[in-house]
């Protein structure tokens, strides 16, 4: 009969030092690329709400030896004016989950499965604030 090796081999050490609680490294992977799309988002919701504020349309209206030019900005619709709110609340939740992802990447050993789970609720009710402005927009 031969006999079964149960020793573990060397590459498969599990360290309760090097892993979280969420079973991977801390700096791994997974939390990198959720910085990342955390800064894409305050960056898109930046550039988002400069455009708004910045815009000015003007259109010439011609009449018979008259012309009137009329100024558009985003403050004279109630939608765009909560639409620049909706933005400057979502810039202002990617600032404070970008620090808090960061610091949760660069702590060793630290807990962040609950750190996941308020940023997944969290993200749901800012995603239903932005998606809710399409509803004010095309209504």
Known sequence: ??????????????????LNSSGSKPGSMEQVVDVALRVLLFATALVGMI????????KLFTFPGLTI?????????????????????????SIITVLLSVLAL????????NLQFYF???????????SSVHVHIFT
């Open 1 to 18: 009969m031969s006999s079964i090796d149960t020793t573990t081999p060397p590459k498969a050490t599990t360290d309760p030092k090097t």
């Open 120 to 130: 997944v609720m969290f993200d749901v009710v800012s995603f239903r604030t932005l």
């Open 106 to 113: 660069i702590k060793k050993g630290g807990n962040t499965s």
């Open 69 to 93: 030019p009329v100024v558009a900005k985003f403050s004279q619709s109630p939608a765009f004016t909560y639409l620049v709110a909706a933005l400057s609340v979502a810039c202002l939740y």
């Open 51 to 58: 455009v708004m504020v910045a815009s000015k349309q003007t």
